[in-house]
């Protein structure tokens, strides 16, 4: 054939690809970053993946902890010694997701090489909802080992050791495939917050019907710690993903990060989560969506027991934020007696 019956041969075949297309490519035209083509295999993937955990093996089940960043890991040394005490990572799994534009450097150690393929961020957009998504669809495909999985932020630290916190997940029920369905997930779930109907209108008059009325609406932190079943739910969801995922049209900031997670488990298993995070923050003097951010001069022992105390719900925090860079060394200088010290917990 010719080159011009050629081009028109493929113009003729392309024709009805282009009205297929047609659709999805206007609805996706607002956006700074486009979701999700590749993500969409990748979660298929991850929701289909065949490999089962035995239940003869005699395997231990892991956490899965998921930083997502877009700033270097301050507190890797800190982490580090968490860690360290399972040199061979029996117990746990690291996943990082890191703005590609912001150069964020590989920490060593057993952050090594734990980078997934990621996408830029903007704060208060859905990309921050299709960051945790690629962290748990890659960590629920890595290892079938993986059982919880808990969301980081380059801001957070723990404040138990990880024998502790291992302990603390899994030891309201033993090492059986049964019981592990009966885990729950701890996420927060609120349904009456000042400015929740003012968020649920971000997108517009209607725009959320019908899949998400207003009486399903719900706000929580964006720092969970979910079971695998609740991580394939939330990698599986296409029905919720497709409201959340449009342009917010106020000038207000709406959070969608804050909202999606919480509203879709609530609607879909909420006796199965706790309704609280086990990642603690501080809201007091709250500035512009920012909550606290802790700095050198604040970080003592009495702080991290604070901060361990019960949530409403008579769990303890295991995590906390937000806490800046610079609080890495008075951190360090506490880190073996008190926040890493396996023998006996203090709370205040
Ligand atoms: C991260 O750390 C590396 C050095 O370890 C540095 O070169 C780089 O500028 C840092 N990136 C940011 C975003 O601070
Ligand atoms: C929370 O932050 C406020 C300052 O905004 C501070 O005074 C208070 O001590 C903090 N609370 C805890 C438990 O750290």
């Known amino acids: 054939m010719s080159p011009p019956i050629l081009v028109s041969f493929f113009l003729f075949l392309s024709l009805p690809l282009l009205f297929l297309l047609s659709p999805h490519l206007l609805s996706t035209t607002h956006f700074s970053s486009s979701p999700d083509a590749d993500d969409l295999s990748l979660f298929r993937r991850a929701t289909t ?40 990572r029996h117990l746990f799994n690291i996943y990082i997701h890191a703005d590609p534009t912001s150069a964020v450097a590989d920490p060593g150690g057993v952050f090594h090489g734990r980078f997934i393929p990621s996408k830029k961020t903007y704060r208060s957009s859905p990309t921050l909802i299709s960051a945790a998504r690629r962290l748990l669809a890659n960590a629920l495909l890595d290892d079938p080992l993986n059982q919880y999985f808990a969301l980081m932020s380059q801001h957070c630290i723990p404040l138990f050791s990880l024998r502790f916190v291992y302990n603390y997940l899994f030891e309201r029920s033993p090492n059986s495939a049964a019981s592990r369905a009966n885990h729950r997930s701890f996420i927060e779930i609120i349904s009456h917050e000042s400015n929740l109907y003012e968020r649920y209108l971000a997108r517009g008059v209607d725009v959320m019907l019908p899949e998400v009325p207003y009486h399903h609406f719900r706000v929580g932190s964006q720092f969970f710690t979910l079971t695998r079943h609740h991580a394939k739910l939330v990698v599986k969801d296409q029905r919720l993903w497709k409201k959340f995922r449009l342009p917010s049209i106020t000038e207000d900031p709406s959070y969608p990060e804050e909202h999606y997670f919480p509203t879709l488990l609530s609607m879909v298993d909420r006796n199965c989560c706790t309704g609280s995070t086990l990642t603690r923050v501080n809201w007091t003097g709250s500035w512009n969506g920012h909550p606290h951010l802790y700095t050198p001069e604040e970080v003592s022992p009495e702080l991290i027991c604070n901060l361990r105390e019960p949530n409403s719900r008579n769990y303890l925090h295991l995590f906390a934020r937000k806490f800046s860079p610079e609080c890495l060394v008075p951190l360090m200088d506490i880190a073996d007696d008190v926040i890493i010290r396996d023998n006996e917990v203090v709370l205040c």
């Open 49 to 88: 993946t065949t490999r089962h955990l035995s239940t003869a093996s005699n395997q231990k089940p892991k956490i899965a902890f998921l930083f997502l960043t877009n700033s270097n890991l301050s507190f890797a040394p800190l982490w580090q010694k968490f860690f360290s005490s399972d040199p061979n």
